[in-house]
C-alpha cells in the first residue's frame, strides 16, 4: 500500500509559481522544524501527556490549505500541530499550549490534542477517533444554511475511516449535500495496526461511492498533486455540489505518539520513504533544478525558520502556568 | 353471535382517544382487514382495521366523541340475520375503566398519569409569574412546542433536528404543525443514525447555529454519547473558551409503559454529572415551556429531559409574550412542616400523591420540584430541610449513583445538625425494567414507598 515511487521530477510544476513553490516549502519546512522543536520539548518534560507529531506528512495539509479562502473551515483528530501551522495560526501559542502554558491557544487547557482558532477557523483539535468528521459536518451544515459558498475540511486518518460515525456522516453529507471535503490523511498505520491489517478493502476513498460521493486517491508526499485535488474538491463543493472525498496517501516517519516503540515497521520501510518520497525534499529539488532559488536562499529560509521555531520554543518556556483560578473558567459561556 | 370492537390501545402510554371518523355506517358488511375508523390519539391519527367478519350492527360511539377510554365497546359486529336493533354493549359501554383494568390498576406508569391531575391544585408557593395572570391549560407536549416555535420565530439561527421530527410531525407530536410554519431548512428529518445527526449538530453549533436536538427517546441517545460529552460539553473548556455549544439535546426520558428494558432508562443522574452540561427536567407544561425556552437562549448544551407519560398531561400556563424560567431554581409546589419530599420529573407524581395521603395522616409535608438538575438549587433545599429536619428524595432512576445520593450527602455536609433522621433516597429499583405489568409495577418507585419513606423519617 507504499506509495508508488515517483520521484519529485515527474511532479506537474506547470501553473505553478516561483513564489508558491517557496511558501510550500516554506510552510511544510516550519511544520517539520516546529514538530522536531516539540519531540525535543517533550523529550525534557516540557511537553507531557500525549504528543502526536505530524513530520512527513507536511504536504497533505500544506496542498489542501493552498485552495482555501478566508471563511473556510477545518478540523482534525488529535495530530493537529500541522493544521494549526497550515492555516495561519501563531506557532508561539501552539507552542505555548503544548507545554499548557497561559500563553498557549487554549490558554494552556487544552494541550496537544485540543486547540482551537476561532479567528483563523480552526475547529480542533478533537481525541477521539472519528468524532471530527461528524462535527465537520456540522460546520459545513452552517455555511450551507447561512447561504455561503464556505467549504470545510475534515480530516481524519485511515483508523478513523473505520468507524461507523463516519458512514453515518457520509450519508447525511451526502443527502443533504453539505459542501465538506472528507480528507483521509491515510498515513498507512493506525498506531500500530497497518491498513491491511484493518481492512480488505482496496481503497478507502471508494467507501464513499456507496453514499454516491466523489472522490479521488492522491499522493499527499507530492504538494503540486495535493493542491491540485483540493482545488477541484473546493471548486465542487462551492458549487453546492455537496461533499467530496479525498484519500491523501501519506507516511508518518516519526511513531503513534511520542511512546510508541515501533515494533510494527522496519526502519528500513521508514527510511526508504524519507530517502526516496520526502515532501519537503521534493519541492527543494523543484526549486533548485528550476532555477527559483539557490542553495544560499534556501539555507536563508531554513535559517529563519529556525528562528521563528526557536522564538515559539522559548514562548513557550517563558509563558507562565495558567493562574489557579483558571481551572474554573470556561465551563459555562 | 354478535362481537363488541373494543377501543384500541394504539400507543404504549395511551389511556383514552378520539373517535375522529367512522368508516363505515351501520348495516355495511365489514370484512377483516378493512378499516372502518380512524382514531385519533394524542401522538397520531390512526387507522382501525376490522379484525372480523360481519355486519355493522350499531355504532355506540358516535365520530367526533372525545375521551373514549381504551377497552370501551365503540360498536358491535352481527352475523347475517341477526337482528342488531336491541344490541347494546353488554358492560355498560360507559364504565371505560371497568372495561379497562389492566390500564388502570396493573400497569403502573399507566395509572400514575390518570391521577396526575392531582398535583395541578398543589399550589406552587413561589409562582414563576405575576399573580393575576392569565392562565391556560396547555398539556406538556404542547408547552414544549410553543416553546421552540416561539423560539424560533425569534431567532433564525436556531433549527430543529432529529428523527420523525418534520413529515411524520413528530414521533411523540412535539412538533406537530412545525414543518408547515418553517419549512424544511429549519425543521430537519434526520436519518436514524443519532450518532452521526448529534455529531453534525455540534459542529453546526460550533459554526454559529443553535440547533435543538430531538432524541425519539434518551434511550437511543447512547449512541450518541460520545458527541454530548466529549465534543458539546467540553469543547468550551478545551478551547479556553473560544467556542463552545449552544444547543438543546431533548426527547424522551425514563419510563414510558411496557416497553421493556432498552426503552426505559432515566438518565438524569449520568448527564447531571457532566461540567459543561447544563440539565433540566420538567414537570408541569409551565415549566416544560419556560424551561424550553430559556434552554435554547443558553450559550451551553442543554439536556432537556421530556417525559413521555407526562407529554399529554395538560397544565395550567401563563398566557404572556415570553415566559422563561430560570436554570437552577426550584418550585415549592406545596409547603409543609414535617417533611421535606424533593423530586423532578415524573417523580413529582409520586411525590405529590404521597404529600396527599400523607395530609390525610396529619403528616404536613413540602414538596420542592428541583426542575433543573444542573445547576441544582441547594438553598432551596437545605432551606426546607433546616425547617422541616427530614428529608425525602424521589426518582425513577436508578439506586446507585442516584440525584438523590449526591442530595443526600449535600445535606449531610450542609445541614448536618438539622437533621432528625436519615435521609431516605426513593428511586427506581436496581433492576433491568421489566415487561411484565406487575413486575414494571414494582421496579418503579410508587407512591406507596414514598409515603413509607416518609413515614420512618417521621418515626410514625
Given at each position: 500500500m507504499a506509495p508508488k515511487k515517483t520521484t519529485a521530477n515527474t511532479a506537474s510544476t506547470a501553473n505553478v509559481s516561483k513564489d508558491e513553490l517557496l511558501k510550500y516549502y516554506k510552510d511544510m519546512l516550519l511544520i517539520r522544524r516546529f514538530e522536531e522543536k516539540a519531540g525535543q520539548l517533550y523529550g525534557m518534560g516540557l511537553i507531557g501527556g500525549f504528543c502526536h507529531l505530524y513530520i512527513g506528512q507536511e504536504a497533505v495539509v500544506v496542498g489542501l490549505e493552498a485552495a482555501t479562502k478566508e471563511g473556510d473551515k477545518r478540523i482534525t483528530s488529535y495530530r493537529d500541530h500541522g493544521h494549526m501551522l497550515a492555516c495561519g495560526m501563531n506557532p508561539d501559542g501552539v507552542m505555548a499550549e503544548l507545554t499548557g502554558r497561559e500563553g498557549g491557544y487554549s490558554k494552556g487547557k487544552g494541550g496537544s490534542m485540543h486547540m482551537f482558532s476561532k479567528e483563523k477557523h480552526f475547529y480542533g483539535g478533537h481525541g477521539i477517533v472519528g468524532a471530527q468528521v461528524p462535527l465537520g459536518a456540522g460546520l459545513a451544515f452552517s455555511d450551507k444554511y447561512k447561504g455561503n459558498d464556505n467549504v470545510t475540511f475534515a480530516y481524519f486518518g485511515d483508523g478513523a475511516a473505520n468507524q461507523g460515525q463516519v458512514y453515518e456522516t457520509y450519508n447525511m453529507a451526502q443527502l443533504w449535500d453539505l459542501p465538506v471535503i472528507f480528507v483521509i490523511e491515510n498515513n498507512q498505520y493506525a498506531m500500530g495496526t497497518s491498513v491491511q491489517r484493518s481492512t480488505k478493502s482496496p481503497s478507502l476513498w471508494e467507501r464513499g461511492a456507496a453514499y454516491g460521493i466523489k472522490g479521488e486517491e492522491v499522493d499527499g508526499m507530492d504538494v503540486l498533486a495535493v493542491k491540485e485535488a483540493s482545488e477541484k474538491a473546493v471548486a465542487h463543493c462551492r458549487a453546492g455540489k455537496g461533499p467530496y472525498i479525498l484519500e491523501v496517501k501519506t507516511y508518518r516517519y516519526r511513531g503513534h505518539s511520542m511512546s510508541d516503540p515501533a515494533k510494527y515497521r522496519s526502519r528500513e520501510e521508514v527510511q526508504k520513504m524519507k530517502d526516496e518520497r520526502d515532501p519537503i525534499e521534493a519541492v527543494r529539488s523543484l526549486l533548485l533544478t528550476g532555477n527559483h532559488a539557490t542553495e544560499e536562499d534556501l539555507k536563508a529560509i531554513d535559517k529563519d525558520i529556525k528562528v521563528v521555531v526557536n522564538a515559539s520554543a522559548e514562548f513557550a518556556k517563558a509563558s507562565p502556568e495558567p493562574a489557579l483560578e483558571e481551572l474554573w473558567t470556561d465551563i459555562y459561556a | 353471535m354478535a362481537i363488541e370492537l373494543l377501543m384500541p390501545a394504539l400507543s404504549p402510554t395511551m389511556e383514552e382517544g378520539t373517535l375522529?371518523?367512522?368508516?363505515v355506517k351501520e348495516g355495511d358488511t365489514v370484512k377483516s382487514g378493512d378499516i372502518i375508523a380512524e382514531i385519533e390519539t394524542d401522538k397520531a391519527t390512526m387507522e382501525f382495521e376490522a379484525v372480523d367478519e360481519g355486519i355493522m350492527g350499531k355504532i355506540l360511539v358516535a365520530e367526533g366523541t372525545e375521551g373514549v377510554k381504551v377497552n370501551a365497546a365503540i360498536a358491535i359486529l352481527v352475523e347475517e340475520g341477526e337482528d342488531a336493533s336491541n344490541l347494546s354493549a353488554s358492560e355498560p359501554a360507559a364504565a371505560p375503566a371497568a372495561a379497562a383494568p389492566a390500564a388502570v390498576e396493573d400497569a403502573p406508569a399507566a395509572s400514575v398519569p390518570a391521577k396526575?391531575?392531582?398535583?395541578?391544585?398543589?399550589?406552587?408557593?413561589?409562582?414563576?409569574?405575576?399573580?393575576g395572570t392569565e392562565m391556560k391549560s396547555t398539556t406538556v407536549r404542547e408547552a414544549i412546542r410553543d416553546a421552540m416555535s416561539e423560539e424560533m420565530r425569534a431567532d433564525e439561527n436556531v433549527f430543529l433536528m432529529g428523527e420523525e421530527v418534520g413529515e411524520y410531525q413528530g414521533a411523540y407530536k412535539i412538533s406537530q404543525g412545525m414543518l408547515d410554519e418553517f419549512g424544511a431548512k429549519r425543521v430537519i428529518d434526520t436519518p436514524i443514525t443519532e450518532h452521526g445527526f448529534a455529531g453534525i449538530a455540534t459542529g453546526a453549533s460550533f459554526g454559529g447555529l443553535r440547533p435543538i436536538v430531538e432524541f425519539m427517546t434518551f434511550n437511543f441517545a447512547l449512541q450518541a454519547i460520545d458527541h454530548l460529552i466529549n465534543s458539546a460539553a467540553k469543547t468550551l473548556y478545551m478551547s479556553g473558551g473560544q467556542m463552545g455549544a449552544p444547543m438543546v439535546f431533548r426527547g424522551a426520558n425514563g419510563a414510558a409503559a411496557r416497553v421493556g428494558a432498552q426503552h426505559s432508562h432515566c438518565f438524569a443522574a449520568w448527564y447531571a454529572q457532566i461540567p459543561g452540561l447544563k440539565v433540566a427536567m420538567p414537570y408541569s407544561a409551565a415549566d416544560a415551556k419556560g424551561l424550553m425556552k430559556t434552554a435554547i437562549r443558553d450559550n451551553n448544551p442543554v439536556i432537556f429531559l421530556e417525559n413521555e407519560i407526562l407529554y399529554g398531561k395538560s397544565f395550567d400556563v401563563p398566557v404572556l409574550d415570553d415566559f422563561t424560567i430560570p436554570f437552577g431554581k426550584a418550585r415549592i409546589w406545596r409547603e409543609g412542616s414535617d417533611v421535606t419530599i424533593v423530586s423532578f420529573g415524573i417523580g413529582m407524581t409520586y411525590a405529590l400523591e404521597a404529600a396527599d395521603k400523607l395530609a390525610e395522616e396529619g403528616i404536613s409535608a413540602e414538596v420542592i420540584d428541583l426542575r433543573t438538575l444542573r445547576p441544582i438549587d441547594y438553598d432551596t433545599v437545605l432551606t426546607s430541610v433546616m425547617k422541616t429536619n427530614r428529608c425525602v428524595t424521589v426518582e425513577e432512576g436508578f439506586p446507585v449513583g442516584a440525584i438523590g445520593n449526591h442530595l443526600s450527602a449535600t445535606i449531610m455536609e450542609r445541614a448536618f445538625d438539622y437533621l432528625d433522621a436519615p435521609v431516605i433516597n426513593c428511586t427506581g429499583k436496581d433492576v433491568p425494567m421489566p415487561y411484565a405489568a406487575n413486575l414494571e409495577k414494582h421496579a418503579l418507585i410508587t407512591t406507596d414507598e414514598v409515603v413509607a419513606a416518609v413515614k420512618a423519617v417521621t418515626y410514625r
Open positions: - | 375522529a371518523k367512522w368508516l396526575a391531575a392531582a398535583p395541578i391544585v398543589s399550589k406552587a408557593v413561589e409562582p414563576d409569574y405575576p399573580e
